[in-house]
């Protein structure tokens, strides 16, 4: 065992010293590879950061919701709905929600307006999320005017600004009271946008649907763990997609690979035979090489895996945020919290380490049987 | 004792460039003292001399070491037997560029993992016996053609060989040089190593310390 | 089919495998027909440098599919979300019929390769191959089992629809559901639990016996594998009710999550080695009577017993560990 270990260690040494020995040769190896590694890797740990974003923010939100239909489009909630669903065994608690959407010419961008049903601003005031406060160059203290649904100038003072945390939907949000509300849009004052329902035993969310479905079959519930289950496969499919884009350039890194592998050099085919000259075995080649692609990989893959992990999570994904976000015109100021995920890393391991292995099999066993007695021909 | 009995080694079986390098070729060598095999290039001494050193097989042919048949032996043991019996000096010394003369040295051990220390203290040993300590720690490219002879015979020794086997060993150097390599060579044979060398220079097979001559022609006993 | 990168990537493994022992196998059936030791032909020594070239193929082919392995069942536990009433690994494997058999095929390959590797070892150990034969012809067993597994696990992802309805861990296990799942849970704790140690005795008192009298070797391949069968049953039956300390929850994957301190691996990983090496060992002996082997066998089968011994032993070791330090009461004193 120790024998078997320190063989490891002298093939393992060869390797570095021949690996330093040619570095020209490598440099662009690497470089390519690490790129190759960069790439994935920031693709998988953006997409997979926003979608553990959306689970955080759901995972507050409430269990159903329910959404009135008119002939198939989404319509207002007339508020004597929330008595009938209050009623339904099971809902802890009910109540309606007024939302909606705003377009602002001034910034050409949409707000989300919203009446928040804990600590609403006082009449006259708004909070605003950050990425309108930003469009707009407000800051709190500030009035910010808009012009209502019937043209008439409304004038709000900004109490406060939205924490950052969740920015990735807050960021065109603009906060206000319902009254205010009402009068801005000239919302009927009977209906709701939708109503909420909370539902304290989670294995009885789908009975309460049923029964919504059933007493008022006009209605629509939406399920939070549907929601969650949409943007998971929504998340998935993004970053399937992407690599499939990718494929193109992991299948030229492949050749790339195999190129530099099979392309020996005449004094590395020398060099080989001398080896087997002076009493190396086909295996220990073998295996010297194996460790030469190893710590290739290694360095690739750690070096693409930091610089993916730093661009991400420090640098925001600058390089193609706007591509995978694809939000409204209000980009949000996205900094999500790091991460590390086993299965991401093993996938991620799966499109680089692995196909650069499988291109360089059979190269590095072309090299590794030359004959012992070529030094001598 | 070395055996062949009916040994031949064909290039390019079955295609229209074959080469019969050996043919049928039958021999019983003694181990120790020094050996040459003679003949003009082309003749097979080096082919002879690689099927012998474990460094490829006859195509036909059985070749005895001391008793052991070691011609059908898969490489993976030829490798074993090779590393145990036999130190090889080229003739383009074949040392490997960039590694330091130490590490040149030290090369053939590497599979059979001695202890670090141990392998490294005997690599010096050789190098104050062939005069070259101060030189281990430069690159091999540095040296100069007897230096880099010497770093070869040491590489060969470093595995305790019994045999030492040269291939061409004067050929890319002068007269001089040559002489200091023959006598080092006969102080080796001296400690009880035994000597193969492949040849067509009179200043190797007339040397006084050669005890045997065979002589090749087209693969067979001239 | 959900397309997750993980799952891109597990097919593109599986079928990478596949491709390359096919490819092996094809070499394998040249071996048979060609292999001649006493040759010393050009291509009888080709034939010997393409050995070295299937070893590694074999031994890449292993490694991946240990890590596809782990990676097959991260990724189930990550698409758990994506079905309703799937709350975990579990439920994802139950959405189509494929789920299983994949995990099967996927478990096979990984002790077949394993032992393939091992007879692969012990043949290099005698200067005449004597089973460079039987050697390739396991391998042309192997290869399809690689297609199959290839192909199986393509028809599971095909066949999963997020969305669908899968029964959920608690409805999987529980005691109107039919099926090998149901049935070990169906299993009394204590009736498991004396099978584990029984099993457990059975194989070390075994392996001891071959390591000291140097008989009993395939007998203790067998009770490993029997071992290694009941020690599977018993994670679900009991050991994992002890970790997640809840009568009802069964899942034999959960144990892998962090939250369970991944204890899953430090049950799996040794259960798994073990297993591999005993079975291993088990096929070598076949040839022990091969004059050229036999002392080379005597010695690598006490070496693989005794390391089988050791996992063995952290296995169980572990699991009772797992049930000593739980709160969860499954067999009351009276």
């Keep these: 065992m120790r024998t078997l270990l320190r063989r490891q260690r002298y093939l393992l040494d060869y390797s570095l010293s021949s690996l330093a020995r040619r570095p020209g040769k490598h440099l662009a190896l690497l470089m390519v590879y690490t790129l190759v590694v960069f790439l994935l890797a920031s693709t998988l740990l953006f997409t997979q950061s926003l979608r553990r974003e959306a689970a955080l923010i759901l995972a507050d939100s409430p269990e159903l919701i329910v959404q009135r239909l008119i002939a198939g489009r989404h319509d207002l909630m007339p508020a004597d709905y929330l008595h009938r669903l209050g009623q339904i065994r099971g809902v802890s608690d009910a109540y309606g929600r007024l939302w909606g959407y705003f377009y602002d010419p001034a910034v050409k961008a949409n707000y989300t307006l919203l009446v928040p049903r804990e600590e609403p601003p006082t009449p006259g005031e708004v909070r605003l999320g950050a990425g309108v406060a930003r469009a707009r160059g407000l800051g709190v203290g500030d009035y910010l005017s808009l012009r209502s649904a019937q043209g008439e100038p409304f004038s709000f003072r900004i109490a406060g600004l939205l924490e950052a945390q969740t920015e990735l939907v807050s960021s065109d949000l603009m906060l206000l009271n319902a009254e205010d509300f009402r009068r801005f ?32 079959p006009d209605t629509r519930p939406i399920l939070r763990e549907e929601i969650l289950r949409t943007y998971d496969a929504l998340f998935g499919w993004r970053q399937g997609l992407v690599i499939l884009l990718l494929g193109g350039a992991l299948l030229a890194f492949v050749i790339f690979a195999f190129d530099r592998a099979a392309g020996l050099s005449a004094e590395e085919r020398r060099e080989i035979g ?44 600058a390089l193609f945020a706007p591509v995978l976000k694809g939000w409204a015109v209000l980009y949000p100021d996205f900094r999500p919290l790091p991460f590390i995920d086993g ?9 680089t380490v692995f196909p650069y292995t499988v291109a360089t099999i059979v190269p590095i066993w072309r090299a590794a049987i030359t004959d012992p007695d070529q030094v001598m021909r | 004792m070395i055996r062949l009995d009916q040994v031949s080694k064909v290039f390019n079986q079955g295609r229209h460039n074959e080469v019969r390098a050996v043919q049928d070729l039958s021999l019983e060598l003694e181990t120790n003292g020094v050996t040459v095999l003679k003949g003009p290039s082309g003749s097979g001494k080096t082919s002879l001399l690689a099927m012998i050193g474990c460094l490829s097989r006859p195509t036909s042919g059985r070749i005895h070491l001391e008793g052991r048949l070691i011609s059908n032996l898969p490489e993976r043991f030829m490798t074993e037997v090779r590393r145990a019996t036999f130190g090889f000096i080229f003739q383009r010394f074949n040392l490997i560029r960039g590694l330091t003369v130490l590490e040149n040295v030290m090369l053939p051990a590497y599979p059979l993992a001695p202890e670090p ?20 720690h430069n690159q091999a490219e540095w040296l100069s053609g007897g230096e880099a002879q010497r770093t070869a015979i040491c590489r060969a020794l470093i595995n305790s060989p019994r045999i030492l086997i040269a291939d061409e060993p004067t050929a890319n150097l002068d007269s001089q040089l040559s002489r200091e390599l023959l006598a080092l060579i006969g102080e080796l044979a001296d400690q009880g190593k035994g000597v193969l060398i ?3 220079d009179p200043l190797v097979f007339d040397h006084a310390r050669v005890s045997r001559v065979v002589e090749l022609r087209d693969g067979r006993l001239a | 089919m959900p397309l997750s990168p993980a799952l891109l990537a597990l097919t593109l493994a599986s079928l990478t495998q596949a491709g390359l022992l096919l490819v092996a196998a094809g070499f394998a059936l040249r071996i048979l027909r060609h292999w ?64 299983w058999p994949a995990l099967y095929l996927k478990m096979a390959l990984f002790f077949a390769g394993a032992a393939w590797l091992l007879l692969n070892r012990v043949d290099n150990q005698a200067p005449d191959y004597p089973l ?73 008192a075994v392996g001891q016996l071959y390591r000291y009298r140097g008989w009993g070797g395939r007998l203790f391949a067998l009770l490993a594998a029997l071992g290694f069968a009941i020690a599977l049953a018993a994670v679900v039956s009991s050991v994992a009710l002890y970790v997640y300390e809840h009568p009802h929850h069964h899942c034999p994957f959960c144990l892998l999550k962090t939250g369970h301190d991944l204890v899953g691996y430090l049950l799996y990983l040794p259960l798994f080695t073990a297993t591999a090496l005993a079975l291993g ?31 063995f032993s952290l296995f169980y070791g572990v699991a009772t560990w797992l049930i000593l330090r739980s709160n969860l009461v499954l067999l009351g004193p009276g």
């Excluded at chain 1, 209906?191 to 539902?199: G, N, S």
């Excluded at chain 3, 010695?299 to 089988?308: P, Q, T």
Aim: proline share 3%; with cysteine.
């Design chain 1, 185 to 216: 849009f000239a919302f009927p004052a009977d209906r709701f946008t939708d109503l909420v329902l909370r539902v304290r035993n989670p294995s009885e969310v789908r009975k309460v649907a049923e029964k919504i479905a059933l007493t008022l």
């Design chain 1, 274 to 317: 001398i080896l087997k000259a002076i009493g190396w075995e086909t295996g220990d080649v073998l295996r010297m090489k194996f460790w030469e692609g190893a710590a290739l990989s290694l360095t690739a893959f750690l070096a693409g895996y930091l610089l993916a992990y730093a661009h991400v999570f420090f640098f925001a994904a």
């Design chain 1, 343 to 351: 299965l991401q890393v093993a996938t991620l391991f799966f499109f």
């Design chain 2, 117 to 136: 220390r141990e392998l490294r203290d005997r690599a010096l040993a050789l190098l104050r016996q062939f005069r070259l300590a101060e030189r281990a």
């Design chain 2, 198 to 200: 492949s040849s067509h």
């Design chain 3, 36 to 99: 001649d030791l006493n040759s010393g032909s050009e291509r009888q020594l080709d034939l010997e440098r393409r050995t070295y070239l299937v070893a590694t193929l074999v031994a890449w082919v292993f490694g991946a599919n240990l890590l596809s392995l782990l990676l097959f069942i991260y990724n189930a536990e990550q698409l758990s979300t994506q079905f309703v009433g799937a709350m975990c690994a579990t439920g994802v494997l139950n959405a189509n019929a494929w789920g």
């Design chain 3, 132 to 204: 460079v034969r039987p050697k390739y012809a396991l391998l042309l067993v192997i290869a399809p089992l690689a297609l199959a597994e290839a192909l199986v696990q393509w028809q599971f992802f095909a066949g999963l629809k997020p969305d669908l309805i899968t029964s959920c861990c608690g409805a999987l296990f529980g005691p109107d559901a039919q099926g090998v799942a149901a049935e070990l849970v169906g299993l009394e704790p204590a009736t498991s639990l004396v099978a584990l140690y029984g099993s457990g005795l059975a194989v070390l």
């Design chain 3, 281 to 311: 060992m088990g096929l070598i002996l076949i040839w022990r009577r091969v004059p050229s082997l036999a002392g080379v066998i005597a010695a690598e089968g006490r070496r693989l017993v005794g390391l089988a011994l050791l996992f």
